[in-house]
Structures are given as C-alpha cells and as structure tokens.
C-alpha cells in the first residue's frame, strides 16, 4: 500500500473552502464516509461544486484501502 505525502496531503480540493486531502483522509479514518457529511463537515462542495468527483474519488480510494 503506498503512503501518502505531506504535499499530497496538504493539497487543496476544494478552493472555496480550502479543504485538503489531508482534512478528507482525516475524516475518513474518524469513519466519515460519506459526501454529504465530508460537505457539511468542510464546507467543501457547498460552493462553486467543482470538487464534488475529486473528493468522491479521494473516498472510493480510501474505502477500498479499509
């Protein structure tokens, strides 16, 4: 399994919010899965929405690797 970076982690999802992957894969560990709780959670995808398939995809990466 391939580890995760510091600069991946510090990469910017969502500009509106400034959400991370990092503050996403946290969220995952704490067992926050789902999209709509990632948003309320963030903020991230409550704006412009442009994040919403990155963030989807960041969760079905780190749900296949639990």
Do not use: F, H, Y
Not at 22 to 43: A, F, H, M, Y
């Amino acid at each position: 399994m391939r580890e995760t970076n510091q600069a991946e982690l510090d990469e910017v999802i969502c500009d509106c919010s400034g959400t991370t992957r990092g503050k996403i894969l946290s969220l995952v560990e704490q067992g926050i899965i789902d999209p709509d709780t990632i948003s309320r959670k963030t903020g991230a995808i409550s704006g412009c929405g442009s994040c919403e398939w990155d963030i989807e995809t960041i969760l079905d990466e780190a749900i296949a690797k639990l």
